[in-house]
C-alpha cells in the first residue's frame, strides 16, 4: 500500500505540473496587463509609463515566460504562492481560510449527501417499478435539472424572508449550513442516488444472489451482501464527489455569501487578481488527485480483489 | 415413486409478455437423476429456477410443481423459503460467482448451516472440515478462508457439493455445474456428483450441454428446444433410438466432441491427483 501510495504520488506530479503551466499561460494570454491591475488596485491615481515599467520589473514580468513560471511553481512547493495583486497580502492568507471554510461547507453537504442518495438508493432498488421508485426519481429528475441559483432563491425567499427562520448569509452559526447544504444535497443527490440504485439493481441478478436464496438464507442476509457489494462501486464516485463539489460551490457561495473558494475565486478573476487564481487552480488540481488516490485506497480496503493486485 | 412432478409448468415475461418456457411437464423419480440437455437458450435454467420459485422478478410462472405432495406453486414465499437448501438445493455454473465475492467461502458455508442446524461453531467447523475432505478438498481451513477469486472452479464446485453433503436435500439441481470447468477438474467434479448420490441418495436434476457427462450420471433424458420439451425418456432409450430429430442431431454432433472426454473417464487413476 506504501509503494502505491508513493507511485500515485510521482504520477500526480506531472499532473499538476501541466495544469498549473496551461492556468499560467491561459493567464497571459489575457489581455489586462498585471502592472496595471496592480496599479489600479493601489489607487494610483496618474498611471504612467515609468510607473507600469516600474512595476513590471518589481513583479519580474520583464523576464521569459518559462521562467517566471518555473520561479512561480518552485515557491509553490514551498506553499509560498506571492501576493494577490489587489490588495498585497500573501495570496495563502486569503486562500487558506477560504479553502477551508469551502471544505467544511462541502464535506458537510457530501455527508448528507452519501445518506440520502444511499438510503433513497436502496428504497428504490428493493421497489424498482413500484410507485413509490417511479415517484422518487420523478421528483430527484425535476431538482436535479432545477438550476441551484432558481432553488437557492426559492429556498431563501421561502425559509429566511418568509418564515424567518434561517440566516440569509454568512457562517455564523449551525443555522447557517441548513440553506447552502441543502441546496448542494439536492443538487448532486440525484445523480448519486442513481448510482447507488443502479448498482444495487444490478447486484440483484448476481449468481451470488441466486445461490444465497436457493441455500435458504433469509432475505436480510441477501439484501447485506447485495448491499456491501453495490457500495464498494458507490464508494469511489462518492469520494470524487468531495473535488467536484469542492470546485462547483461558487454560485450557492456567492448567493448565501459564503466567504469560501467560490467567492474568492469569482472575485479574483473579476478584478484579475492572477496569483489567487494560479494558486486556486493549483489547489484544486491537488485536491483531485489527492482524494482520488484516498478513494483507490478506500475501494482497495473494501474490495479483496483489488487489495490483492495493489 | 415420484418425488417431484412438473405439471404444464409455464414461465413468461411479466413485462413483455413472451413466453419463455411453454406447458412443460415432466417426473423426477426419487433417488433417480434427470438430465435436461437442449440448446442454449431453450429454457432448461428457467426451468430449474422455476422449481425453486427463483426467477428474477419480472418473470411470471404457473402450472404445478408437486413435490412430496405440495404443490410449490401455491406455497407462500416464507413456506417456500422453508424449502431451500435443505430441501431443494442448488448448485451453479459459475463457482466463482456464485459465491459473495466480499467475504471469505467459510462466511457462506457457516451461514447456511446455522440457517438449518443448530450446530455450535466447532461442529460446524468439524462437518464442514469432514464435508470438505471427502469431496478431496487439500486444506479445508485454509479454503474455508479463502475469498471466491482465490480458488478455482474445480474447488468452488466442490464447495457446493460439501455443502449438499451437509445439507442432505431431497433434490439437488445442478445447473451445468462442469460447463465452465477445464477436462481434469470435470473429471474430478463428476466423479464427485456420482459419489453425492451415492452417499445422500438425492434425487437429481442435471443441466448439460455435454452429453458425455449426461451419460455419465443420467438415469433419464429430457430434451428442451424453444422453451418446450420435446422428448424424454431413459438414458438408454435417448442415446440409442431417439423418436426426434433434434434429439438425434443433439446427440450425433456431441459424440465427436465427448470421444476424447470419455477416454478419460474410463481411464483411471487421475482421480488420486
Ligand atoms: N429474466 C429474464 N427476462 C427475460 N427473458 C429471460 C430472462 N432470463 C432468461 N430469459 C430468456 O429465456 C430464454 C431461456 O433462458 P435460459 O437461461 O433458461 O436458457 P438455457 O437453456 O439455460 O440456456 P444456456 O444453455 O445458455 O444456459 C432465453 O432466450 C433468455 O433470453
Ligand atoms: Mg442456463
Redesign the interface.
Known sequence: MGRYIFKRGLISVPLLLVVSFLTFILNSLSPMDPAEVVLHAQGVPRITDELLEETRLALGLDRPLLVRYWNWFLSCLRLDFGDSYVTGKPVWSLLGPAFLNTLKLTMVSVVAIIILSIALGVLCALREGKLLDKSIRGISFVLTAMPSYLLASLLVLYFSVKLDLLPTNGMDTIGSYILPVTVITISYAGIYFRIVRSSMLSSLNEDYVLYGRACGLPERKITRRILRNSLQVAVSVFCMAIPIILGSTVVVENIFAWPGLGTLSVNSILSRDFPIIQAYVLILAASFVIVNTFSDMVNAWVNPKLREDG | MNLLEVRNLRVWDGRGGSVLVSDSSFQLKKGSCLAIIGESGSGKSLTC?AI?R?N??GLLQSGEIRFKGVDLNELDEREM??????Q???I?Q?GM???????VIGV?LR??LA??YRWNKNETTEKLRQAMQSVRLQDPIGILNK?P?QLSGGMLQRV?IA?ALL?EPDVI?ADEPTTALDTVSKFEVVEQFIQLRERTGCSMIFVSHELGVVRKLADEVMVMRAGSVIESGTAAAIFSNARHDYTRYLTSSQRKLNDRFQELMGGAGIADR
Not at chain 2, 423459503?81 to 435443505?86: C, D, E, F, L, V
Not at chain 2, 460467482?97 to 467475504?103: G, H, L, M
Open positions: 429456477r425453486m427463483l428474477g422478478r423459503r422453508s424449502r431451500r437448501g435443505k431443494l438445493y442448488m451453479l459459475n460467482r456464485a459465491f459473495d465475492p466480499s467475504s457462506h451461514e447456511t440457517r438449518h475469498y477469486h457446493m455443502l445439507l439441481l
